[in-house]
């Protein structure tokens, strides 16, 4: 079981300012240093277009071992109104080349619309259609529901089913919902602000961590400081590892 601690992205010009990469750093090699400071990055140019095999090759071959990757689902499926009518996009989005990062592929993040209401029958629907491996490589998948009517047993009954994770997410405007329905967790803090170099304050970086914790002992975790004032993320992700220790 492992707790990772992470981000959303590596390329960001304000992290080159003294917020997270070494001054000189060529950009080419920001994700190998940012990489070698965390356990895990959200590979976020998934949910806007299809990547290119050859992509994620090179992100594997310049990450360490033990690092993971999520790879946040395509806007073309998760913001349907039906999400079970993804058909030919689904295709698509698993022939891009996920493959290509072998052990490094890490949970499938699909995040919906704060609009998007709960159905039972369409999530069961959307659930039987996610492969459960890729060219022998097992998937693990989590969804992200922003609207308060996915607070309910019944969902976290189809998520338990399919073992997909529900996400807690601290964010303005969107659900928290801090239920356990899948083998592992998955975390996505959105509530950080500039005032405070670690992004946030260090009695909420100890009650997150404190989560970690309590859902680590059921299996692995993964905790992604991914917004908000985005220029703090790299050093909230960093202040939540030494919690952790």
Same mark, same amino acid.
């Given at each position: 079981?492992?707790?990772?601690?992470?981000?959303?992205?590596?390329?960001?010009?304000?992290?080159?300012?003294?917020?997270?990469?070494?001054?000189?750093?060529?950009?080419?090699?920001?994700?190998?240093?940012? =990489?070698?400071?965390?356990?895990?990055?959200?590979?976020?140019?998934?949910?806007?277009?299809?990547?290119?095999?050859?992509?994620?090759?090179?992100?594997?071959?310049?990450?360490?071992?033990?690092?993971?990757?999520?790879?946040?689902? =395509? =806007?073309?499926?998760?913001?349907?109104?039906?999400?079970?009518?993804?058909?030919?996009?689904?295709?698509?989005?698993?022939?891009?080349?996920?493959?290509?990062?072998?052990?490094?592929?890490?949970?499938?993040?699909?995040?919906?619309?704060?609009?998007?209401?709960?159905?039972?029958?369409?999530?069961?629907?959307?659930?039987?259609?996610?492969?459960?491996?890729?060219?022998?490589?097992?998937?693990?998948?989590?969804?992200?529901?922003?609207?308060?009517?996915?607070?309910?047993?019944?969902?976290?009954?189809?998520?338990?089913?399919?073992?997909?994770?529900?996400?807690?997410?601290?964010?303005?405007?969107?659900?928290?919902?801090?239920?356990?329905?899948?083998?592992?967790?998955?975390?996505?803090?959105?509530?950080?602000? =500039?005032?405070?170099?670690?992004?946030?304050?260090?009695?909420?970086?100890?009650?997150?961590?404190?989560?970690?914790?309590?859902?680590?002992?059921?299996?692995?975790?993964?905790?992604?400081?991914?917004?908000?004032?985005?220029?703090?993320?790299?050093?909230?992700?960093?202040?939540?590892?030494?919690?952790?220790?």
């Amino acid at each position: 079981m492992a707790i990772r601690t992470g981000i959303g992205g590596w390329v960001y010009p304000d992290w080159r300012k003294g917020n997270f990469y070494p001054e000189g750093l060529p950009q080419k090699r920001e994700l190998e240093w940012a =990489s070698r400071q965390l356990g895990a990055i959200e590979i976020n140019a998934t949910y806007r277009s299809l990547q290119k095999p050859e992509s994620f090759r090179k992100w594997r071959e310049q990450t360490p071992e033990g690092f993971m990757f999520a790879i946040k689902g =395509s =806007s073309y499926i998760s913001n349907r109104k039906l999400l079970a009518s993804t058909g030919e996009a689904m295709v698509k989005f698993f022939d891009q080349g996920l493959d290509q990062l072998g052990d490094k592929l890490g949970p499938i993040l699909w995040q919906l619309m704060a609009t998007k209401r709960f159905e039972a029958d369409d999530v069961a629907a959307f659930f039987e259609l996610l492969p459960r491996e890729l060219k022998g490589l097992p998937l693990r998948y989590a969804i992200e529901a922003g609207h308060e009517s996915f607070d309910c047993p019944e969902f976290f009954a189809i998520a338990r089913k399919a073992n997909v994770a529900v996400v807690y997410l601290e964010q303005e405007g969107r659900a928290r919902i801090a239920e356990r329905t899948a083998d592992f967790a998955y975390l996505r803090c959105k509530n950080m602000t =500039s005032g405070e170099p670690a992004g946030y304050p260090a009695g909420d970086i100890q009650r997150i961590a404190g989560l970690c914790r309590e859902w680590g002992e059921e299996g692995d975790v993964f905790a992604f400081m991914i917004n908000g004032a985005k220029e703090r993320a790299p050093a909230a992700a960093l202040a939540l590892a030494q919690a952790l220790r």
